[in-house]
């Protein structure tokens, strides 16, 4: 059965070139399920995991709605962390480039209030925020939903774990009560019908079946002791050597504990979890994304809305309660098409998850022998890039290719030699071949960037 084609629903001539140009040709199957039912208006409560192309399925229908010519906020999607918001905008984006003019705000915490402030000020159609952020500005009167006529809870579930519901009550109640509210979510817990019952219009209830995990994603299971378990995730990186790794623990705790054996031990490894400040949070994210790291242990929560390209592995340190998060976790690698490879360590206390893990994927989990992990003797694996530091960002106006310009025309380095640069507000990170990392460092410090001098540092483990 072929997938139906976006050509069939009514969007605008100029969208419909616009998802040609973007590729979007099938919709996929959260998109054909809740589209045509969005874009007449109705309330949605879909049910679907990341990665099925939800993101797309409220943009299209959000765009649809908007008034171009009235520059008051329109529309407003809630998301349980910055990551997510940053994604959904760069998503929303895209598709509205059909468009003129359209303007997309992100109001997140860890970014400074002020430019926020500027940017509102000056107008927005849509507002994707993180609820804090979002109450913070409403109270202070800078963000205004008397215009809205679409709002969007983006991965309620993880929202309602974070303890979001009564901020998401707060700002619903400032929404127009003739708006439509689109609701995605991975799972479905008690607290989503709670949240249904009280914020929406006779919602049409759309499920996803969670994808299982396909013939591209391997998986192999490996009984542990408690003791074992830390020593375990060392063996399993230097046997099968995968370039990029997520490793997923139940508790921050765990995180740490694990992303410290490693260290330990001379692997590259960072600990994302929910106590970190943003800007180290923002640090560790960009080094494992331009493959300044090895490894990224991280609890579910954190790991919430990332989507890291070409991740090689996963590693469920810990067997999660929730079988759907095991088949969120597990989808992380394999994407594109490509093979990716799914190692999961379990104790005896755990074989009750791994029995509803089966349940849910419908087949028995294929299990191997510790022993088989034979140590390669080529030492820890080494990430080929390190990340320069730089003090300064889009407040100092910096862009990209001022970086690139004075590391290769100033500096003399090839185009080759340097990876994925980041500009954020204060800070830009500009991944380079770690034989140079420490060269370049000096040298930029050394130097200046759009004719000033700039402080310059490579950032460690």
Known sequence: MTA???????????????????????????????????????????????????????????????????FAVQSLVLCPT???????????????????????????GGVPLRGQLATLEHGAHVVVGTPGRVMDHLERGSLRLDALNTLVLDEADRMLDMGFLDDIATVARQCPPERQTLLFSA????????????????????????????????????????????????????????????????TKARCREVAADLQARGFSALALHGELEQRERDQVLVRFANRSCSVLVATDVAARGLDI?????????????????????????????????????????????????????????????????????????????????????????????????????DLGYTREQVGKIDVNEFSTYVAVERGIANDAAARLDAGRIKGKSVKVRVLED
């Open 4 to 70: 139906p084609s976006f050509a069939t629903l009514a969007l605008s001539p100029q969208m419909q070139a616009n998802l040609q140009r973007l590729g979007y040709l099938e919709m996929t199957a959260i998109q054909a399920a809740s589209l045509p039912a969005a874009l007449l208006g109705k309330d949605i409560i879909a049910q679907a995991k990341t990665g099925s192309g939800k993101t797309a399925a409220f943009a299209l229908a959000l765009l649809a709605n908007l008034n171009t010519r009235r």
């Open 187 to 250: 799972t479905y817990p008690e607290g989503i019908a709670k949240l249904a019952a009280q914020f929406m219009r006779s919602p049409l209830a759309v499920k996803v079946e969670a994808q299982h995990a396909g013939a591209q994603i391997e998986q192999r299971w490996y009984e542990v002791t408690e003791a074992q378990r830390l020593p375990a995730v060392a063996r399993l990186l230097d046997h099968f050597r995968p370039a990029s790794t997520l490793a997923f623990c139940n």
């Open 309 to 409: 390209a070409n991740l090689a592995a996963v590693i469920n340190v810990d067997v999660t309660p929730d079988a759907e998060v095991h088949v969120h976790r597990i989808g992380r690698t394999g994407r594109a098409g490509e093979s990716g490879l799914a190692l999961c360590l379990a104790s005896l206390d755990e074989m009750g998850a791994v029995g509803r893990i089966e349940v849910l994927q419908g087949r028995e989990s294929a299990w191997f022998p510790l022993d088989e992990l034979t140590p390669t003797g080529k030492g820890p694996l080494v990430p080929p890039m390190a990340t320069l530091h730089i003090q300064g960002g889009r407040k100092e106006k910096i862009r990209p290719g001022d970086v690139l310009g004075a590391l290769t025309a």
């Open 82 to 108: 910055r990551e997510l918001a940053d994604q959904v905008t760069a998503e929303i984006r895209r598709l509205a480039r059909a468009e003129d003019n359209i303007k997309v705000v992100t109001l997140c």
